[in-house]
């Protein structure tokens, strides 16, 4: 009997425009010489099992050393968000993870993203794990690996959460992503104070950021939270571009996709979701503690300022239903304020 093969979903036409476009970029920076480089992103997992992040890009490598490679690093150091999207991604190729002597091929997706699970055997605690592509350098990748017994996570937003920036919301991403230095970024009062408390009172519980930012970006978030003193953590952020069905990626799918991912890797931890009340993380946390209680200890929400609101469009309404009496809720203007509120509840 002759082997059937499932047709390939039809990709939708911003897609196809999308791919044409890439496919120019790639033939045009491999003319200029440049060659596969692996931008390593933080993962986390178990003692048994990981989450590996990274993303392939083709660029100039200078050597390791060298005066070139050092300016490099410099200007890197202070780029502004719109040259990370001038990279080019290598779509569907071969990346090779070792961990402990472990060797493990996966692929990346056509925007270059690796997202994938290995099984390993490590200790709790931050590893590095190495990662190669076909004609690049290894590179190393931060891994945090949660201690068998944890029972407290945090989940944080970071626009408007961790990080303010006092635009009108339709050109907040804009403005961060492609304009802003990370030096000119201003930390939300009190929040770092807030989560530092929070990771001395519970040592062993993870610290993952989640947001609808691009994967671009994802180097200067890194630098603004370690500039700032927030506690170290894996970015769980979204590919640039359209999608092989939608024209634009859907943040909020995003956002509820990963917090079931995680409810599913950590069944014995609950999570303590922080988020603000300027987008939908009210509704999306509000949701996913109905849907699933035994999973979030509490909801925090940063309440914006008057003038914050007015550019983020008004506040969200929270239905009152999404506001489960099995789980705390606390709202406050900043970090301190938070702090103080969920210390009363018991659950800071």
Known sequence: MPETRLAAPRLHRA??????????????????????????YAGYGSTTRIRVLGRVVLATQPKPGSRAAKKLQKREDRVRGWRSFTSVPLGDVDVLIEVEGIRRTVRADRG???????????????????????????????????????????????????????????????????????????????????LERLTAEHPTAPVVYLSTGAWNVAPTLTRFLSRNLYPRGPLLLTDWGPTHDRFFRNGREHKEKNLRRLAAEFPEIRWILIGDDGQHDEEIYGEFALDKPGHVRAVVIRQLSPSEAVLAGGRSKLDQGLASSAVPW???????????????????
């Not at 606390?330 to 659950?347: H, K, T, W, Y």
């Open 15 to 40: 897609a196809r425009i999308d791919d044409a476009i890439h496919g120019f970029r790639v033939r045009w920076a491999r003319r200029r010489g440049h060659q596969p480089t692996v931008i390593p």
């Open 112 to 194: 270059g993203v690796v997202d994938a699970s290995v099984d390993v055997e490590l200790e709790p605690g931050w590893h590095s794990i190495t990662m190669t592509a076909a004609g690049s350098e290894p590179v190393e990748a931060p891994v945090s690996i949660v201690a068998p017994g944890t029972d407290v996570g945090i989940v944080c937003d970071i626009d408007d959460t961790v990080m303010v920036t006092a635009l009108p919301r339709p050109f907040l991403a804009f403005w961060n992503t492609f304009v802003l230095d990370v030096h000119a970024r201003t930390p939300t009062p009190g929040m770092s104070v807030f």
């Open 330 to 348: 606390v709202f406050a203007p900043d970090g301190a304020g938070l702090l103080e509120q969920l210390e009363e509840l018991g659950r800071a």
